[in-house]
């Protein structure tokens, strides 16, 4: 019995794997976020007691990988803080400490699935965090800086995507957004914004928008406010040193949030996206359904979320064209989702007027 500890950093990931006896069945090793194919690879390979790692396991901080592992087959955990030693203000416990938790009790750990993703097993705490922050989410939408969708009296649109930049399904989706000349909006991930600059160059020289999505794709509720600010100032460091701006909009990872987070929104941080319009396409339901999903839902206003990094994309790639096509029909025009704010800070501000 093999068990891997996959931590993150601030240029990718440390990995452990050790035996049933607390042995380390290979060296540790480490691997940059423009490498997790390779790296899903490598611990679905036989290692050296002739079997892969019958557990991998990440902390709920690192929502980027589970997406890919569970694609391929690997059998995911989640080790929740409660569990592990005290996490550091940036980065996560120690990837032995993770392997070693799942080697001596396992039964503490959460199983992931595709169509739970890194949140499985943690609805309370996701609404629990959503209820407590209605007052502050309130406060965020007098200012005009808290939205889900725009105005429905306009035929505008914002197509969204989130967890890259990916190296190769980032460039599939740039590829077919140009075929039809429309515009996306991208909430990419400080770790692989830091990794894949050229990508995310490439997402701007090609007219799209940029959008937080914090560093490492972390649980909200397990972050504590610094530990948050530091997931936004990282991810704009990184944006900073690869396009030389900064996005306006941010999107909580699983849209999960608490009032102690959203605290550092105020006073003047980004204007948080969320979306009126999931694809599902992370749970993998084929490219018919993600495209009938959408189209089902889409109307004037609407904030649409898809993927293009953080797992297997290949459906969401598959089904970017009959959603595009869906809602050209319409004549619905693509705009940033930043453009949308007009429209919400003009419903805050009527609403706030009529009080």
């Known amino acids: 019995m093999l068990y891997a500890g996959i931590a993150w950093s601030a240029d990718g990931y440390d990995v452990e794997v050790i035996d049933s ?30 079997e892969p790692p019958r557990a991998v396991v990440v902390e709920s901080t ?17 080790a929740d ?45 996701y609404h629990g965090g959503i209820r407590r922050s209605a007052a502050i989410e309130d406060e965020l939408t007098r200012a005009g800086r808290w939205f889900r969708h725009g105005a429905r009296d306009r035929h505008e649109i914002a197509l969204t995507f989130d967890d890259g930049p ?50 490492s794709h972390p649980f909200m509720p397990d972050l504590s406010p610094r530990q948050f600010r530091l997931q936004l ?40 996206a969320l979306w009126d319009v999931d694809s599902w396409d992370w749970a993998r339901p084929g490219p018919e359904k993600i495209a009938s999903t959408v189209l ?10 898809m993927h293009d990094g953080g797992g297997d994309r290949r459906q969401s790639v598959a089904a970017l064209p009959a959603v595009i096509e869906g809602l050209l029909e319409r004549d619905l025009r693509f705009v940033a989702a930043d453009a949308l704010l007009a429209g919400a800070r003009a419903r805050s501000t009527v609403a706030h007027l009529g009080e």
Do not use: K
Not at 32 to 47: F, I, K, N, S, Y
Not at 296 to 305: N, Q, R, V
């Open 296 to 305: 089902d839902h889409a109307g004037p206003g609407s904030l649409i979320l």
């Open 233 to 272: 100032e990282r991810t704009d460091d990184a944006f900073d040193r690869a396009v030389g701006r900064v996005p306006t909009v941010f999107r909580p990872p699983y849209g999960s949030r608490t009032p102690e987070t959203l605290g550092e929104l105020l006073p003047g941080g980004p204007a948080l």
């Open 21 to 50: 006896d607390g042995h380390r069945a290979t060296a540790p090793t480490h691997w940059g976020a423009e490498r997790t194919a390779e790296l899903t690879d490598w611990l679905g390979a036989p290692g050296s007691s002739s």
């Open 81 to 125: 803080p409660w569990v592990l030693p005290d996490r550091p203000d940036f980065g996560s416990v120690p990837a032995l400490a993770l392997a070693e938790r799942a080697r001596t009790d396992l039964a503490s750990l959460s199983p992931l699935t595709a169509e739970g993703g890194g949140q499985t097993g943690r609805d309370d705490d």
């Open 166 to 215: 990916d190296p190769v399904h980032t460039g599939q989706v740039l590829d077919i957004l140009a075929r039809y000349g429309v515009h996306a909006t991208f909430f990419c991930v400080g770790l692989h914004v830091n990794a894949l600059p050229d990508e995310v160059r490439r997402i701007v020289d090609a007219g799209h928008s940029l959008g937080n999505h914090t560093w």
């Open 62 to 78: 690192n929502g980027l990988v589970d997406g890919l592992f569970t694609a391929a087959g690997l059998t995911v955990y989640r």
